[in-house]
């Protein structure tokens, strides 16, 4: 065998040669890891792989990444800092030849309706500026091109392209008075202030019904202006009910409001498209202003596809340089997948895979060497004819001269590795060890979870079962579907595939839920604080609480630790928050109960030798060998079931990923009475081990007497579908059609799609 080539990848030997080569992790013990110690090679591609719960994100987020930043954040000065997310020093003995860290994740973008993925590439800004220069007729300098700006912004929406209205019939029974309750808005009931200053204002009659008042009173009740009256003794101010609502509940940020007062407000407020500017967002001069017939609003609601052949036929020289940059940003955008995007979708309603590979597109022109990336999970949302491109990308990354760390479950990913680290051997306290390091040929002969499961494949189904009827989706014609027709079967598993961007989600979500018996299931985020927790979410601490205060005699409130049983030092949170003011704060382990957040008292109440603490401490597959029978044990079952035994019960629910999330809300319908589930990509964040468990899952709600639908694309969940129905034959304008439905076998022998040839190539057919 020959001397090796410069491409090949480097030998151990050669990597220790030079220790600053090598990303040197000693004892690292943040949260489930056990005194961890191994060296990464920089300016190489390494991939994490290991069951859920394994502690690949403790290693490289929680640890390497979060130093890095830390470290970085330390070089500015104290004032600056201030503004700076605190992040504590990780549990580690030593972390050496760190680089400056980028963790490019899945958190969704800004939810402002003032961020596009035009604003958040620079792309508008791009396309803002070359309109100025080569628009007829010219309308002013870049700024008056931009929706967020009083300068080109329509003045009617205010740069939203949409305006908002208020659905009377949602604020007030017309059949009924003012003294019989007419009013339905929270806080209005009969006798309240609110409803004193409208039923005594003398502009209406308190017993008459609202469906007989004059014109003049209605608008009176409605709409009437901030007007001085007299009630009673007291000098007051008189608002109409619109005014009021959209005063007191409108203005405010709907987020921090109560859930009752989110519901009214989400049932209230009607969003229709702007007539003013069509949607466009912008003023009437910026709207006149065109480059070979288009104006700035036509090019950004452009596919991204069209629109970089739209820019790539502009040659005019005096804007060639910034030409050049918007054409290479809108063409990576298309490399990584994201083509049948527009510029003018707003951030927020990306998934957080398109998040995920927006924030890539950043990168990937940037001039900086020697940096290390960080992914979770690049793949999520990606058909397998999708994986190869963002491999192609992030060995573009590593070409660069930059070290590449991957969290990933897909073998595609896992083989193109220089170097893998298997975590394990279990999740929780059964793992968080290194259980194999090296390249992916020595991971394959290791034994471990990980390389037992890299050449596993599901098998089709021996016998597919027979639909018990139909659920049909007729004329749907949402985003880029074209009037879409198709019977969805009832009573099997039907997976629904198809590239990122054909329409899956735009079928599905748009057309099932709402119906009798349907139950959506996905990975949104879960409402809660850091209070909240899987106990606390699934109602299994309402049977732990009654276990331990029928066991001690005493009330089920002090096991609360948000109400009686708190301690008072921290609020029953367990965390210490001081405020530096001019430094970044500083959470600290609560002093007085340790961490625990209970008070001493409640911490002496013993259930079969465990405080209520330690109760919450363990993992779900541990609380299933504590509580052998009634209803926590059920709600164990169910969670254990969905793949999160390595849970613990206290976890706050904020720190779980949109798969686990998913999986949660699982365990908790699995307990009600449905008909019909719906699930959006349930694999995401799952190892190839428990893909089997899920399928296994998937199998037995079917035979419970259920219809299982999943939007998925991975392969091993299409081989064990009973019915497919495939998307495409591509994403966005190129996609919106169904372009086959069957049985897999079928697929794999009679269709001609992407799909049908990335799965005969999982299941080993020519």
């Known amino acids: 065998m020959g001397s090796p080539s410069t491409n090949d990848h480097p030998t151990a030997a050669r990597q220790a040669a030079d220790s600053h080569d090598m990303i040197e992790v ?21 991939v994490f792989t290991g069951v859920s719960g394994s502690g690949k994100s403790s290693l490289v987020f929680g640890t390497i990444a979060a130093e890095s930043q830390r470290l970085i954040n330390e070089t500015y000065t104290a004032f600056l800092q201030s503004f700076m997310p605190n992040t504590g020093r990780p549990d580690v ?8 860290a980028i963790v490019v994740d899945q958190e969704r973008m800004g939810v402002n309706s003032r961020s596009t993925l035009g604003t958040a590439t620079d792309a508008h800004t791009m396309l803002r500026i070359i309109f100025s220069r080569l628009g007829t007729p010219h309308v002013g300098t870049s700024s008056a091109f931009s929706f967020n700006s009083a300068e080109g912004m329509c003045q009617k929406c205010e740069g939203i392209g ?15 008075s003012l003294n019989e309750g007419a009013i339905t808005v929270p806080g209005f009931a009969v006798g309240s202030w609110y409803w004193q200053n409208l039923a005594s204002s003398g502009y209406v009659d308190p017993d008459v019904k609202l469906k007989d008042f004059t014109p003049a009173q209605w608008e009176d009740f409605l709409h009437r202006p901030a007007t001085k009256i007299k009630l009673g003794t007291m000098n007051t101010t008189y608002e109409g009910l619109v005014v009021k609502v959209q005063r007191v509940y409108l203005s405010k940020d709907r987020e921090s409001a109560q859930p009752h007062i989110r519901a009214f407000m989400d049932r209230a407020v009607t969003f229709t498209t702007c007539r003013a500017c069509g949607g466009a967002r912008l003023n009437p001069a910026a709207l006149s202003s065109t480059i070979d017939g288009y104006n700035i609003a036509e090019c950004s609601a452009m596919q991204i596809s069209d629109l970089a052949k739209f820019i790539g036929g502009i040659g005019d020289p005096s804007v060639g340089p910034m030409l050049g940059a918007l054409r290479e940003t809108l063409d990576s955008l298309v490399e990584i997948g994201l083509g049948y995007l527009s510029l003018d979708r707003e951030s927020g309603t990306l998934s957080g895979g398109e998040a995920q590979r927006v924030k890539m597109v950043r990168h990937l022109g940037s001039s900086l060497t020697d940096v290390t990336y960080v992914f979770d999970e690049p793949t999520v949302g990606l058909h397998p004819h999708d994986i190869q491109r963002m491999n192609d990308l992030l060995l573009r990354l590593r070409d660069k001269g930059n070290t590449v760390l991957v969290v990933e479950h897909k073998p595609e990913v896992i083989e193109i590795a220089d170097h893998v680290v298997d975590l394990g051997p279990g999740a929780g306290t059964a793992g968080g060890r290194v259980c194999y390091a090296g390249e992916v040929a020595g991971l394959r002969a290791s034994g471990t979870l990980t390389g037992r499961h890299l050449d596993h494949r599901a098998r ?15 004329g749907a014609s949402l985003h880029n579907l074209k009037d879409v027709s198709v019977d969805i079967p009832l009573g099997v598993l039907t997976v629904v595939t198809g590239v990122a961007g054909s329409g899956k989600s735009s079928l599905i979500h748009g057309s099932l839920p709402g119906r009798e018996g349907v139950t959506v299931v996905d990975q949104s985020a879960i409402r809660g604080s850091r209070r909240s927790n899987p106990a606390t979410y699934t109602g299994l601490l309402d049977a732990v609480r009654t276990a331990f205060a029928k066991a001690n005699g005493v009330k089920a409130a002090l096991f609360s630790a948000n109400s009686e049983g708190a301690c008072p030092n921290c609020k029953g949170i367990g965390l210490v928050y001081t405020d530096l003011v001019m430094m970044a704060g500083v959470a600290s382990v609560c002093e007085q109960c340790e961490g625990k957040r209970f008070t001493p008292e409640v911490l002496t109440y013993k259930l079969r030798g465990k405080d209520i603490s330690e109760v919450l401490a363990m993992s779900v597959a541990e609380a299933r060998d504590f509580f052998t029978a009634g209803q926590a044990r059920a709600v164990l079952n169910r969670l254990s079931d969905v793949g999160l035994g390595y849970l613990s019960l206290g976890q706050p629910l904020t720190t779980l990923s949109g798969g686990e999330r998913q999986r949660l809300k699982l365990a908790i319908n699995m307990a009600e009475k449905a008909s019909v589930y719906v699930l959006d990509e349930p694999t995401t964040g799952l190892h190839l081990a428990d893909v089997d468990q899920l399928l296994a899952l998937l199998d037995r709600l079917v035979d419970d007497g259920n219809t299982v639908i999943v939007i998925e694309h991975h392969q091993a969940v299409m081989a064990h579908a009973d019915w497919i129905i495939d998307l495409g034959p591509g994403a966005g304008h190129d996609g919106g059609r169904v372009v086959f439905t069957g049985t897999p076998a079928d697929l794999v022998s009679g269709g001609d799609s992407l799909t049908a040839r990335h799965l005969s190539a999982y299941l080993g057919r020519p």
């Open 26 to 46: 000693r004892g690292a013990r943040e949260n489930n890891l056990a005194d961890v110690s191994l060296d990464i090679p920089k300016r190489r591609l390494t």
């Open 93 to 100: 003995d030593a972390l050496r030849n760190l680089s400056a």
């Open 162 to 176: 949409r305006v908002s209205d208020i659905d009377v019939a949602q604020l007030v029974d017309t059949k009924l």
């Open 460 to 474: 089709l189904r021996e016998r597919v079962r027979r639909p018990a009827g139909h659920l049909p989706i007729t």
